[in-house]
């Protein structure tokens, strides 16, 4: 009985183990994660954590040279002479290039050529590039540039934008870059409830991990080659072209490691003088700038004046709002055009207002360059309007959540630039998922938790001082270039041998976009080895990485070209069982009927092919603002919508961010882990402008531009990010019905944070980043 | 770059090369070097010299070595000893700048914002000068002040500390919760056996700020004998008085950013004193 007993046992384990262990493998092979809608891990996750990834600082070749800029040191001088003679005789320099040495046109910018190569009569910036320098040795390369002569006359900075309008001319082309009057219905409307508010937004910067680096390698053919991390490749070689002469065909832009951007990368300033040096050599010669050069030398977010005037009823409905708008472009116009046409579009927020009368102005100064920083324009402004909504509910005492809800903008809507919102528009939906989601806990309820104290661990801060806020923010972006930008992209899918390339200029600047690719060629032909080719000029254009164009353009053309391929692999077969090929399938790496009488795998289908696609991808063309702001000048548009939850000690004004809880309009989930990490963040760069950055300059110069002066969020500022809801409702425009998610986080999360230090300390934080001075506030408040 | 062994052997280093600069763990001074503010002919590692890494005691003091790492003052150990400075050093910025910055450097560099200067200036700490003439000593405050300077070949040796064995405090407003350059700190120590309590403000100027009569004010309220506890209001009162002795008024109207300062120091002095009397 026993005996028969532990046979019976041992069996049934027997079986167990069996069972157990007969799955593993495929559950393996399910736990690898391929196409659309599953968290496949990105192409350089593994290279990146382990130190190996190739950034463009790690460029090497034989004989290389190292090359130095001579940058300004004045915000605004005549320059009267440039000697460059003590320079050029030093032991290890190879060449000195200065404006008089540049061969093709002697301006450039990425959207207006108003920029000069190296400055020769006036420079307009501090840290302006006025000569560069190669030599044997990094050293040699900077004692050289230092020991170029420059005779300055100093001018006197115009560094106040309200200045500019009547200051003398810095620039040919005038102070005044764009102006936008946007007029939007009836300018005598009039509400009960009528709020003013000046806001200032500081000068934010893109503090890219790896600071500017290439190297340029001349070709036998006279041309150069250039590798750097360039985010817009075939723009950046245009305009090198231009400026050294050549046909474009001659510069070849080759994209290595980007270490991270949230705006432009990869400076002009950099590129033209490497490519020259290189040209006038002959020699490989590489830059890798410090962390100085790389604050002074790329393009800031804009500092902002804004004020504002918000009528509502007496139940709080928007009536009209007027505003003005002030950006400061600094010296150059780069995107700043672009920047004002949202903030001015934007100017409302995602609310209906009937009546709308904005007037935006950007301006030449003398302070460093302002351009394309993620969410630019639209963050400026979410501050302020968002700041005006907590004003009319506190005069109307309404909650602020409250209040906003009954101005949300809808699908169906109309935007004060006349455009209607056809793409979906779940405002009211977002902000309830914020509103309704559970607070975290006070301190008092949950004494057995660890509380981090504004001011950090063993800080200053005291339980007694600290008061809680909660505030909210609704900001939206558009996605894709504006106001008539072409915005098209080319890519090519081939297949060989079971294996799938996508060949794309869009360059993953670490949104994501190779493994975006992966994953949609996985989806479509159901392959699961694709690789993604890296980026040169040589290929065709995709354009620059910016406003969620790739996941878009380069999304959508990588699709159609795979689903070309799908259509060349499946016709014979198709045409073999006589029916169409949209009754075939490709799912699970196999090819199946609709009727399933017909089944093969897709590695079988493909033995022995050579398949090739190219396509394009071209949305919907969009129109100018014209004379009243007005005109369909947006692709589409996201939303989101951020609870912030802040601690205030009152009486030092820290802010420490406890919890921000957000909710956003994606469209669809293409990588669950990956959108996850794009909004985290977002929300962190947020809670940078919120509270500690600003590029502070004196009379034009920059104060401290190093991290320990420019203090970006660290583990300990950086809040606990919930992300309570996701919308997904579909784009039907956009390729996927996905939208962008990396910029409106960054646009909403200081509005939220500002309306929760205004909550908790009833300051009316006009001004980011918040100083501590603005909020201290008496204990009785 | 040479790297001596021992003390004689550093002063040996510098003596023989006047325009050489000692080296400890060059938070600062390789940050001024990539900067290119400074380019020393030669640099002297203080790195090996074992005699200074550590602390030892001196009848009713800490002989502390002036190649103490923030790092390792900051341990528990340590913080039994003289609470303030390890507070001031488990502040002094982030794990990699704490593992490698000394305490000699912090006084060297005489940053204002120095975390360790305000604990060091209300200790009233001495230190001993190692030099090709012997040893000399200084207290820290006429070094921060320029009042006696490091002569040629001279280094920081070591840093003398009373141990009071009564409650230390130090406190620094910074702009974000990370770590970061002081606003203003403090540095507050009780001393029972001399019934007095000692207070320097740091950051506010260029070297740390005593406020002598608030502090022989407000010792002479408090019982030493008894459960020395004060009044908020006299906490209150001890807090304005240093901030307007620290910080004062640059005319009239006293400018915003001025009042905010002068606030904070008040704030802060009231905080370390009210933890210092409740400890």
Not at chain 1, 243 to 258: A, I, N, S, W, Y
Not at chain 2, 65 to 77: E, K, Q
């Amino acid at each position: 009985m026993s005996g028969q007993d532990a046979a019976t046992a041992t069996t049934v384990n027997t079986t167990v183990t069996a069972m157990a262990a007969a799955p593993g493998p495929e559950t393996a092979e399910q736990q690898v994660p391929r196409g659309i809608g599953a968290s496949v891990e990105a192409t350089d996750t593994r290279a990146k954590t382990e130190g190996t990834f190739p950034y463009a600082a790690d460029l090497w070749a034989e004989g290389l040279l190292w090359a130095a800029v001579l940058r300004s040191p004045h915000a605004h001088a005549r320059i009267l002479s440039i000697d460059t003679t003590a320079a050029a005789e030093m032991p290890g320099v190879r060449a000195v290039v200065t404006h008089a040495d540049v061969p093709g046109a002697t301006t450039h910018g990425r959207r207006i050529a108003d920029r000069p190569v190296f400055a020769h009569d006036v420079v307009r910036h501090h840290g302006e590039p006025i000569a560069a320098v190669a030599a044997d040795h990094p050293d040699t390369a900077r004692l050289a540039a230092a020991a170029i002569a420059v005779e300055y006359e100093l001018l006197d900075p115009v560094t106040d934008p309200e200045q500019a309008f009547g200051a003398p001319a810095l620039h040919p082309d005038g102070n005044l870059i764009r102006h936008i009057p946007l007029r939007y219905g009836d300018p005598e409307a009039t509400g009960e409830v009528v709020v003013e508010g000046l806001y200032r937004i500081g000068r934010q910067d893109p503090a890219p991990i790896g600071a500017e680096a290439g190297l340029a390698v001349p070709r036998p053919d006279g041309g150069v080659d250039l590798y750097t991390a360039s985010t817009d490749p075939h723009t950046d070689r245009d305009l090198a072209a231009a400026c050294f002469g050549l046909e474009p065909d001659r510069v070849r832009v080759v994209v290595t490691g980007v270490p991270g951007a949230t705006a432009d990368r990869e400076d002009a300033a950099f590129q033209l003088p490497l490519g020259l040096l290189a040209l006038r050599t002959g020699c490989p010669v590489k830059l890798a700038a410090t962390r100085e050069e790389s604050f002074l030398g790329h393009t800031h977010r804009h500092p902002t004046l804004l004020r504002y005037r918000h009528h509502a009823d007496a139940e709080g409905r928007l009536v009209k709002v007027e505003a003005q708008i002030l950006m400061d472009a600094g010296a150059y116009a780069d995107a700043s055009a672009e920047s004002l046409a949202a903030a001015v579009a934007f100017a409302c927020g995602p609310y209906v207002v009937p009546h709308a009368f904005v007037e935006g102005w950007v301006v030449r100064t003398n302070n460093p360059p302002s351009g394309h920083v993620r969410g630019e324009g639209a963050m400026q402004v979410c501050a302020a309007y968002e700041g005006q909504m907590d004003k009319i509910a506190a005069a109307l005492g309404i909650d602020g959540a409250e209040l906003r809800m009954r101005n949300v903008l809808a699908t169906g809507d109309l935007l004060p630039t006349g455009q209607t919102v056809t793409c979906p528009a779940p405002v009211a939906e977002l902000l309830r998922s914020v509103r309704d989601y559970e607070l975290p806990a006070l301190p008092k309820d949950a004494p057995e938790d660890e509380w981090l104290l504004p001011g950090g661990p063993e800080g200053a801060g005291e339980p007694g001082a600290v008061r809680r806020g909660v505030g909210y923010g609704v900001g939206m972006v558009h996605m894709l270039g504006a106001e008539g930008t072409d915005e098209v992209s080319t890519a090519t899918v081939k297949v060989v041998g079971g294996v799938a390339t996508v060949i794309c200029a869009a360059v993953d600047t670490g949104q994501g976009f190779g493994t975006l690719a992966r994953q949609i060629v996985q989806e479509v032909l159901g392959v699961d080895e694709v690789t993604v080719a890296p980026v040169d000029t040589d290929q065709p254009p995709a354009g620059p990485a910016a406003h969620g164009r790739h996941t878009w353009v380069s999304g959508g053309a990588v699709e159609r070209a795979a689903k070309m391929v799908r259509t060349q692999l499946l016709q014979p077969m198709a045409h073999k069982l006589g029916m169409s090929t949209e009754l075939l399938q490709i799912q699970d790496g196999r090819i199946t009927s609709y009727d399933g009488a017909f089944s093969m795998s897709v590695a079988e289908a493909m033995a022995g092919k050579e398949l090739w696609a190219t396509a394009q991808c071209r949305p919907h063309p969009t129109e100018p603002l014209d004379a009243d702001g007005q005109g369909d000048a947006f692709v589409g548009l996201a939303f989101c919508a951020i609870r912030a939850v802040v601690d205030v000690d009152i009486e030092l004004g820290s802010v420490r961010v406890v919890e921000l809880a957000v909710a956003q309009d994606v469209g669809r989930i293409l990588n669950p882990r990956r959108l996850e990490a794009r909004i985290e963040a977002g929300v962190t760069q947020g809670v940078g402008a919120a509270l500690t950055e600003n590029l502070r300059t004196v009379a034009g110069l920059v104060r401290h531009p190093d991290l320990t002066g420019y203090a970006l969020p660290t583990a300990l500022d950086a809040p606990t990010i919930r992300i309570v809801k996701l919308v997904e409702e579909r784009d039907v425009v956009a390729p996927f019905g996905a939208k962008a998610a990396s910029a409106v986080p960054v646009v909403t999360t200081p509005a939220a944070i500002a309306s929760a230090v205004r909550a908790a300390t009833g300051r009316p934080v006009n001004r980011l980043p918040i100083r501590p001075s603005a909020a201290v506030a008496s204990p009785n408040s | 770059m040479t790297l001596p062994a021992s003390l004689d052997e550093a002063v040996a280093a510098l003596t023989a090369m006047p325009a050489a600069v000692p080296v400890a763990g060059g938070t600062d001074l390789m940050a001024a070097v990539n900067a290119g503010q400074l380019r020393p002919a030669a640099l002297v590692g203080l790195g090996r010299i074992n005699e200074i890494r550590g602390w030892q005691y001196q009848d009713g003091h800490a002989l502390l070595g002036a190649g103490l790492t923030h790092a390792r003052m900051g341990r528990p150990d340590f913080a039994a000893l003289i609470p303030a400075l390890a507070a001031a050093a488990r502040a002094a910025g982030p794990p990699q700048i704490r593992n490698a910055g000394t305490l000699g450097g912090n006084i060297a560099t005489a940053a204002p914002t120095g975390d360790a200067l305000p604990v060091l200036a209300a200790l009233e700490a001495v230190l001993v000068i190692i030099g090709p003439g012997g040893q000399r000593e200084i207290p820290v405050s006429h070094l921060l002040a320029g009042r006696e300077m490091l002569r040629p070949g001279e280094l920081i040796g070591f840093v003398r500390v009373p141990l009071l064995h009564a409650p230390q405090v130090f406190l620094k407003a910074t702009g974000r919760t990370g770590p970061g350059r002081a606003v203003a700190s403090v540095g507050l120590v009780l001393d029972p056996a001399r019934r007095g309590v000692r207070c320097a403000i740091g950051a506010v100027a260029p070297m740390p700020l005593r406020p002598l009569e608030a502090e022989q004010w407000v010792a002479s309220l408090i019982d030493w004998d008894g459960g020395r506890s004060l009044a908020p209001e006299a906490l209150e009162a001890f807090g304005e008085y240093v901030a307007a002795a620290c910080v004062p008024d640059q005319g009239e109207p006293v400018a915003p950013g001025v009042l905010h300062l002068r606030r904070t120091v008040a704030v802060l002095a009231r905080r370390a004193l009210g933890r210092a009397l409740s400890s």
